[in-house]
T-cell receptor, first 113, second 118 residues
Framework: AQTVTQSQPEMSVQEAETVTLSCTYDTSESDYYLFWYKQPPSRQMILVIRQEAYKQQNATENRFSVNFQKAAKSFSLKISDSQLGDAAMYFCAYRSPDYDMRFGAGTRLTVKP | GAVVSQHPSWVICKSGTSVKIECRSLDFQATTMFWYRQFPKQSLMLMAT?????????EQGVEKDKFLINHASLTLSTLTVTSAHPEDSSFYICSARLDGLSRTGELFFGEGSRLTVL
């Protein structure tokens, strides 16, 4: 079974600074998707960024980018120019070809003004 | 974009009663939907995979007689918590897979339903 590990329960960043959230996963499959979701206090899951495993190029989405290391099974999220609105729980997720999606334990990000 | 709606967003019920939560894909068809449970300050745990017109597939440790899933149409899946007890209190989230070729590969999540059993 696939597992997703987020080793940082909590992270803190100063407003306008950069922070990196870590995620590793375990799988024997070659074709899969990886995601980072943001969950604010409203509990709505908001997609931050996605990465297809077959793509070598790291995905970017405005201030959000990933460092995808397929061989190492690592998928970290970098948030640049952090804003107060970025404060939330962040979940790393792995999606298998049959759409089975598994989540990491989450990282609570605090942004200090 | 694809929208998934859950109803109710918040429900309080007495112990021993049953509660139904609906998950609807508003602007797309979804043969497959997923139900998750999230305890406070914890991650989402997959409970079951709901398939239109067939029985749901439950994850290990999830009681299928306690959590009844019905996926009667291509846009609606329901989760019924039967004979609810306080330990069933949780946040329940559904997600839906867009039928056909999805270029994004993502699932679309509902807003979640908070169940409190007194």
């Amino acid at each position: 079974a696939q597992t997703v590990t987020q080793s940082q329960p909590e992270m803190s960043v100063q407003e306008a600074e950069t922070v990196t959230l870590s995620c590793t996963y375990d799988t024997s499959e070659s074709d899969y998707y990886l995601f980072w979701y943001k969950q604010p206090p409203s509990r709505q899951m908001i997609l931050v960024i996605r990465q297809e495993a077959y793509k070598q190029q790291n995905a970017t989405e405005n201030r959000f980018s990933v460092n995808f290391q397929k061989a190492a099974k690592s998928f970290s999220l970098k948030i640049s120019d952090s804003q107060l609105g970025d404060a939330a729980m962040y979940f790393c997720a792995y999606r298998s070809p049959d759409y089975d999606m598994r989540f990491g334990a989450g990282t609570r990000l605090t942004v200090k003004p | 974009g694809a929208v998934v709606s859950q109803h109710p967003s918040w429900v309080i019920c007495k112990s021993g009663t049953s509660v139904k939560i609906e998950c609807r894909s508003l602007d797309f068809q979804a043969t497959t939907m997923f139900w998750y449970r999230q305890f406070p300050k914890q991650s989402l745990m997959l409970m079951a995979t709901s398939n239109e017109g067939s029985k749901a597939t439950y994850e290990q440790g999830v009681e299928k007689d306690k959590f009844l899933i019905n996926h009667a149409s291509l846009t609606l899946s329901t989760l019924t918590v039967t004979s609810a007890h306080p330990e069933d209190s949780s946040f329940y989230i559904c997600s839906a897979r867009l039928d056909g070729l999805s270029r994004t590969g993502e699932l679309f999540f509902g807003e979640g339903s908070r169940l409190t059993v007194l």
